[in-house]
């Protein structure tokens, strides 16, 4: 039984570089020096599998009602003793979490600002 022999390698399943000599096994054959009988060239090397993939967990979103720095709850606990109205205070508690949500802690010049509309809303 006589198999071809691959077309890329000539049936050696080494292929060369000509600069440096180095070697490597033929991607057509897969270093075997016979010719593909079937399917692509290339193998499929993604992870199609399910078993690849984590399984979806769908965990409850936790809300936070209350900043988690300490700048933040100073902040808002400035604002939640103040005489404003309730809209206004959980707006500018909403946006103290946020802000720590997107950059870990509230800076100053967050805190100025915070403050601005705090005493501008009075």
Not at 75 to 100: F, G, N, W
């Amino acid at each position: 039984m006589e198999h071809e022999s691959c077309g890329v390698c000539g049936g050696d399943g080494r292929i060369s570089n000509a600069f440096g000599g180095s070697s490597t096994s033929c991607p057509a054959c897969r270093g075997s020096g016979r010719r593909s009988t079937g399917g692509s060239l290339f193998r499929d090397v993604t992870k199609t599998k399910p078993s690849h993939h984590s399984p979806a967990t769908k965990a409850a979103a936790v809300v936070t009602t209350w900043p988690s720095t300490p700048g933040g709850t100073l902040l808002a606990t400035e604002i939640k003793d103040s005489a404003l109205p309730d809209l206004d205070k959980t707006r500018l508690v909403r946006e103290i979490i946020e802000y720590e949500g997107t950059h870990g802690s509230c800076t100053q010049t967050f805190t100025r600002k915070i403050r601005k509309q705090f005493r501008a809303a009075l």
